[in-house]
Nanobody, 122 residues
Framework: QVQLVESGGGLVQAGGSLRLSCVAS????????MGWFRQAPGKEREFVAA????????YYADPVKGRFTISRDNAKNTLYLQMNNLKPEDTAAYYC???????????????WGQGTQVTVSS
């Protein structure tokens, strides 16, 4: 059974930082492209960042470029998202995703985590 378990969310003031983690089990982690999505109340889920299988390629949505950094440790089956200079508009539930296709072009993500809430106060 595949599980993606996120952690690291919380409440932070604007300008602060958080580091999200996603621990994967039940799948060959190094064979999957991994990514982060987020969904704010009343909005559609949107792409945030992605890392290829060896993290040789990374991709970011324009609103987070220069502030967020995605990384992965294949030995630990773990995906990370370092979020710096957080803004109130970053408030959302953040979801880990796994797919054999590159995340930004995947038509349907194979596996999702349960999400972790990030709240940024102004």
């Amino acid at each position: 059974q595949v599980q993606l378990v996120e952690s690291g969310g919380g409440l932070v003031q604007a300008g602060g930082s958080l580091r999200l983690s996603c621990v994967a089990s039940g799948l060959p982690f190094s064979s999957y492209d991994m990514g982060w999505f987020r969904q704010a109340p009343g909005k559609e889920r949107e792409f945030v960042a992605a890392a290829s299988r060896t993290a040789g390629s990374t991709y970011y949505a324009d609103p987070v470029k220069g502030r967020f950094t995605i990384s992965r440790d294949n030995a630990k089956n773990t995906l990370y998202l370092q979020m710096n200079n957080l803004k109130p508009e970053d408030t959302a539930a953040y979801y880990c995703a796994a797919d054999r296709s590159p995340i930004p072009i995947a038509t349907r993500i194979t596996y999702w985590g349960q999400g972790t809430q990030v709240t940024v106060s102004s």
